[in-house]
């Protein structure tokens, strides 16, 4: 299974993190994650980039990592872009939750197949939605004793 490096802007990879284990709790602990914050030089981020990718390679019996960034042309997704070597660590940008429960969902798959599942996931997961009823449609009845309206 590759190994899973998530790097961000501080404090979204450890929010990702966290939603991960919501759904992923194992696979969520296995993943190594690196908030970048405002003040840390870009050759800091790269010596602790170089060194979660290293462990998760020799973890991987095949060397395989897939690096999931936050904003395209950011520091952070410009240093692991540096490192990826393109064949055994790849990386996604513009990592969102469905992208990352995607992945760990498939976290079995080969790096190749795993990055088109999670690349549809992020993309799919992202869309308009109505934010009013159609007219004429009247509130359902709920058994909210509150009269709470919302959905779970």
């Known amino acids: 299974?590759?190994?899973?490096?998530?790097?961000?802007?501080?404090?979204?990879?450890?929010?990702?993190?966290?939603?991960?284990?919501?759904?992923?709790?194992?696979?969520?602990?296995?993943?190594?994650?690196?908030?970048?914050?405002?003040?840390?030089?870009p050759d800091e981020i790269e010596a602790q980039c170089r060194i979660i990718l290293e462990m998760l390679q020799k973890a991987d019996p095949?060397?395989?990592?897939?690096?999931?960034?936050?904003?395209?042309?950011?520091?952070?997704?410009?240093?692991?872009?540096?490192?990826?070597?393109?064949v055994r660590a790849k990386v996604?940008?513009?990592?969102?939750?469905?992208?990352?429960?995607?992945a760990l969902n498939y976290a079995n798959e080969p790096l190749d197949t795993l990055i088109t599942r999670?690349?549809?996931?992020g993309t799919q997961g992202v869309m308009q939605i109505a934010t009013n009823r159609p007219q004429n449609q009247a509130s359902q009845p709920t058994n909210d004793q509150d009269h709470h309206q919302h959905q779970q």
């Open 92 to 102: 996604i940008t513009g990592v969102n939750v469905p992208m990352l429960w995607r």
């Open 1 to 41: 299974m590759p190994g899973l490096f998530l790097i961000a802007h501080a404090p979204l990879a450890s929010a990702l993190k966290l939603a991960a284990q919501h759904c992923f709790p194992e696979a969520a602990q296995a993943m190594q994650i690196l908030d970048v914050p405002a003040n840390l030089p």
């Open 118 to 121: 999670a690349v549809a996931g």
């Open 62 to 86: 095949r060397g395989e990592a897939l690096i999931l960034a936050d904003v395209f042309g950011a520091t952070p997704c410009n240093i692991v872009q540096r490192l990826a070597d393109g």
